[in-house]
């Protein structure tokens, strides 16, 4: 490695570096009349450049108390080492990240180099944290603050400049490496001399113009579309340009209407970046911080942002974010190809699980308050409060990973007596426009995720998630309130089976990593996908087709209190290959060896174990819950150690091996099936007496129970409901439909009941539902419903429900 650099010698060898930026001689000239403006105007950009710096460093926190103190000398040790091993030459800054492409294009190894300029900005903005920042050892130190924009000056002279062809991933030319940039010019704004500020906003400029704004399409929508009138506005804050600053905080609008397609915010809550994925977990939460950044920079200045549509953001935080949320973490079901960014235990760098993303997005939402009503701001902060105190497993207000300012954030809700945490909702959310749904019940939550001809199989991209293949395939994940929480984090990715996902029915089919294309290309032929609800009971059905496979089959899952009854049927391949259907893969740890009960004999622990048990009743599986198969069926237990990398998954990712141990769950279907089924009921946190109960009681529970590949549906007598997935018209359990849909009855209170009908399909212009039940009156009904028939039997007439969107139409009745 070559020799650290003096801060003299570094400073001299990047200080000609004017006529790189071309910007010898330039001369500003204020008229007389103007003087009195432009002093107005640059008191405002100090005022906002001000504003930027406390939110981006953080106040009100005590830097010698935890996790401030260890956390800022980590960042100050860190900064110092840097420092040290500066060593500028042609091509790079620190000697491991060369910029330098001998062949610039946007090949993969063109993204690795452009990945370089952005990884030295965002060292270079770390640095000028330490030196912002108190406690690091180099507060306030005037040399060290030279020294890194020296650092600055040298990779702008050298590649960030204008003039500059951009090579590999634009991201990095456009939002990453100019927001580290930018941020660093700001914090150091005083040491930022004028010809180094021109020459950033210059390159700034060329690389993300005012045109990149101009019209919201390619990669100028949602997210991005905030990330990069991010780096419009500061890049106004540095050069004091009010222009910029117009065109940023106006080219915000396109994001905050509800969208019909493609990326953005749903009526329904769903929110999807790359045109085809589920995203509030990682770009949603980038939109999200972003947001509540610039929602707060220019509060109460001439670029106030004010557009009334705003308010759909707002209400976006319950509606799109919090059913995401679960005792601090953020469901990976709507994280993308981020699921594969994690690292094996004892390491932090790059690290991104459930908990981690799930810690920031909480962490925005606060921030969010701050733009807010008094009101809003009040409640997001009670349930920021709840989430971080049952965060059991992995606390958000400690997280070293979280920046100083967003720990100030959460510190601050928790040490604020006065905010009362609310409780988990007990309800069901169900988001036709992404295929997800999120099911809550006291003591446990579950998250399904579906795909269909709007949604993706899955995505990879940039050599993320390359085995993420059957995430959409009805994965089915879920936690407890005090257990479990950790199960989709630490090594799960890195060593789960990739074709035993839970809830999934897949061909064991070998499949090439990435398979199917970037970016969510491969999208399955199907539009039935996805269900109706009341609100806290759910039918959820899919028609699914696999991933570069002949597979077809129909799934539903039926959300009740206890459990979710989940119904497979037509199921049919002919890929050579077998075909399975997981009823659960628990991730044990390291060492697990939890009880495995079978009809109450208890299985052997050892790994390497497995054995097909011929119509089970029931199994339980201690420390986690209970599994009742009401149809017995052919499942095989299977007990594994099994070793992965990041790296398989992630390209570029840790090397280093993870081991983790699996029990598994799944029905055989054999070879090549045709018309093969399945039934189990999942029971979340039971015990093995509860579970043996249920399975005894299976009948009384489930008084009927269809399973065809025309009609999937159960009767509850205990809950009143009845419920069921049409795949074509007919009849099932006292329900008459005249054409494909999904229908939910539930009696209430006092001599009433609600049908839900959905459409998940979108295709209807019509259609009609028979209730066998005598109905008195009808209380109410959505406007799609153009005639309802009281009587002996209830008949419902809707018209089109092309327009719907999938989502639930609830309509009111008295049967007493």
């Known amino acids: 490695m070559p020799t650290s650099w003096s801060r003299r010698g570094f400073v001299k060898a990047t200080g000609g570096a004017a006529a790189a930026f071309g910007l010898a001689g330039t001369v500003s000239v204020t008229t007389a009349s103007g003087t009195a403006r432009a002093a107005e105007a640059a008191d405002e950009f100090g005022q906002l450049r001000n504003t930027w710096r406390g939110l981006v460093l953080g106040s009100g926190f005590s830097p010698t108390a935890e996790p401030f103190a260890s956390k800022l000398a980590q960042l100050g040790s860190s900064a110092a080492a840097w420092r040290a091993a500066m060593s500028p030459t042609a091509g790079s800054l620190w000697p491991e990240l060369v910029w330098l492409d001998p062949e610039p294009d946007t090949d993969t190894a063109s993204y690795t180099y452009s990945a370089q300029i952005q990884l030295t900005f965002q060292r270079l903005r770390s640095m000028a944290e330490a030196y912002a920042q108190p406690g690091t050892g180099l507060t306030g130190d005037a040399g060290f603050a030279q020294d890194v924009v020296a650092g600055l000056r040298h990779v702008v002279s050298d590649v960030y400049h204008a003039g500059q062809a951009r090579y590999g991933n634009w991201y990095n030319w456009q939002i990453g490496g100019p927001q580290a940039l930018l941020d660093a010019a700001i914090i150091l704004h005083d040491h930022v001399d004028d010809e180094l500020r021109a020459a950033i906003t210059a390159a700034v400029g060329a690389f993300v113009p005012d045109s990149a704004v101009a019209s919201y399409s390619g990669t100028s929508t949602g997210a991005n579309r905030v990330d990069l009138c991010r780096t419009i506005a500061l890049s106004g804050l540095v050069g004091d340009d009010a222009g910029r600053l117009t065109v940023a905080a106006e080219a915000l609008s396109p994001v905050f209407p509800y969208v019909t397609s493609g990326d953005g915010l749903y009526r329904d809550g769903s929110f999807v970046q790359h045109t085809w994925v589920p995203y509030a977990g990682s770009y949603g939460a980038d939109l999200f911080t972003g947001l509540s950044l610039l929602f707060a920079l220019l509060a109460g200045s001439s670029w106030e942002i004010t557009d009334p549509a705003r308010e759909n ?197 070998p499949l090439a990593d990435g398979e199917g294309g970037q970016w969510g290309a491969e999208r399955p032929a199907v539009r039935w996908v996805g269900g109706t609800t009341d609100g806290t009971y759910a039918a959820v059905g899919q028609h699914l087709k696999g991933l570069s496979s002949t597979l077809e089959a129909r799934k539903s899952w039926f959300f009740l209190d206890e459990g979710i009854v989940c119904l497979g049927a037509g199921i049919t391949a002919a890929d050579g290959t077998p075909v399975d259907t997981v009823v659960d893969n628990r991730r044990l740890g390291p060492g697990g060896a939890e009880t495995l009960t079978v009809d109450g004999r208890r299985m052997p622990g050892e790994p390497g174990w497995t054995r097909t048990l011929p119509d089970p009743g029931w199994a339980h599986l201690a420390g986690h819950g209970g599994y009742v198969f009401p149809a017995g069926g052919r499942v095989t237990a299977l007990r594994e150690e099994r070793t992965g990398r990041w790296s398989d998954i992630r390209t570029g990712a840790s090397t280093e091996p993870v081991t983790d141990r699996y029990l598994t769950l799944y029905v055989d279907h054999g070879t090549d099936p045709a018309d093969a089924s399945y039934a189990y009921v999942l029971l979340p946190g039971a015990s093995a007496t509860r579970t043996a109960a249920r399975a005894a009681g299976a009948r009384t529970l489930l008084r009927t129970l269809v399973n065809t590949p025309e009609a999937q549906g159960v009767q509850v007598p205990a809950l009143g409901l009845t419920a069921v997935n049409f795949w074509a018209a007919g009849t099932a359990c006292g329900l008459t439909v005249s054409a494909p849909c999904s229908v939910l009855v539930r009696h209430g209170r006092g001599g009433t009941a609600t049908v839900c009908v959905a459409d998940p399909a979108r295709a209807l212009t019509a259609l009609t539902v028979t209730w066998e039940h005598r109905v008195t009156s009808v209380v109410s009904r959505p406007g799609t419903v153009t005639a309802a028939v009281p009587g002996r039997e209830l008949t419902l007439t809707f018209g089109a429900l092309t327009a719907e969107a999938g989502a639930t139409q609830q309509t009111l009745v008295r049967t007493a």
């Open 313 to 509: 953001y707002f209400d976006a935080v319950e509606r799109a974010w919090a059913p995401f949320l679960f005792n601090g973490l953020c469901m990976d079901a709507v994280s993308g190809r981020a699921i594969s960014r994690g690292v094996p235990p004892g390491t932090s760098a790059g690290a991104s699980d459930d908990h981690l993303r799930g810690h920031s997005v909480i962490a925005s939402i606060v921030a969010l308050g701050r733009a807010a009503s008094a009101e809003q701001n009040a409640r997001w902060r009670a349930l920021a409060k709840g989430w971080i105190q049952r965060a059991y497993f992995s606390a958000p207000h400690t997280d070293p990973m979280l920046g100083v300012y967003k720990l100030a954030q959460l510190q601050e809700v928790v040490a604020d007596t006065t905010v009362k945490p609310l409780p988990e909702p007990v309800a069901h959310r169900l988001f036709p426009s992404q295929d997800r749904a999120v099911h809550r019940r006291r003591g446990w939550a579950a998250c399904l995720a579906m795909a269909s001809e709007r949604i993706a199989h899955y995505e990879w991209g940039n050599g993320e998630n390359l085995r993420g293949w059957h995430t959409g395939a009805g994965w089915l994940a879920w936690w407890g309130d005090d257990f479990g929480n950790e199960q989709y984090s630490e090594g799960f990715w890195a060593t789960v089976d990739p074709y035993r996902l839970p809830g999934t029915t897949v061909s064991r089919k």
